[in-house]
């Protein structure tokens, strides 16, 4: 089993910034469209923003558009999603996935992290 790794989450004020990370050790990821989801507690898992293997544009959700920000380091294997102008709303565990090709579906990608939890608060 493929297994993804995510970090940088963390505690920050409303109006903070955070950079999460997405690796693997077994495995390229650029061979995958990788994708953020976030699960808020209590709530479903939702897609977040998706990149692709090509050079296609990343898709965001509507409430992050604008403020989040996925990126691949090819060299590092990893895949970040900057996160600015976090609000409270954007509290949640936040999962990276891998998948053949880009989609908001938990059901439609293969491979998970474990997830790393963000916190919004004053």
């Known amino acids: 089993q493929l297994q993804l790794v995510e970090s940088g989450g963390g505690l920050v004020q409303p109006g903070g910034s955070l950079k999460l990370s997405c690796t693997a050790s077994?495995?390229?990821?650029?061979?995958?469209?990788i994708g953020w989801f976030r699960q808020p507690p209590g709530k479903e898992r939702e897609g977040v923003s998706c990149?692709?293997?090509?050079?296609?544009?990343?898709n965001y959700a509507d409430s992050v558009r604008g403020r989040f920000t996925i990126t691949r380091d090819n060299a590092n294997n990893a895949v970040y999603l900057q996160m600015n102008s976090l609000q409270p709303e954007d509290t949640a565990t936040y999962y990276c996935?891998?998948?053949?090709?880009?989609?908001?579906?938990?059901?439609?990608?293969?491979?998970w992290g474990k997830g790393t939890l963000v916190t919004v608060s004053s």
């Open positions: 996935a891998a998948a053949g090709k880009c989609s908001g579906y938990t059901a439609a990608m293969d491979y």
């Open positions: 077994e495995f390229r990821l650029d061979s995958y469209a």
């Open positions: 990149i692709t293997q090509s050079r296609g544009p990343p």
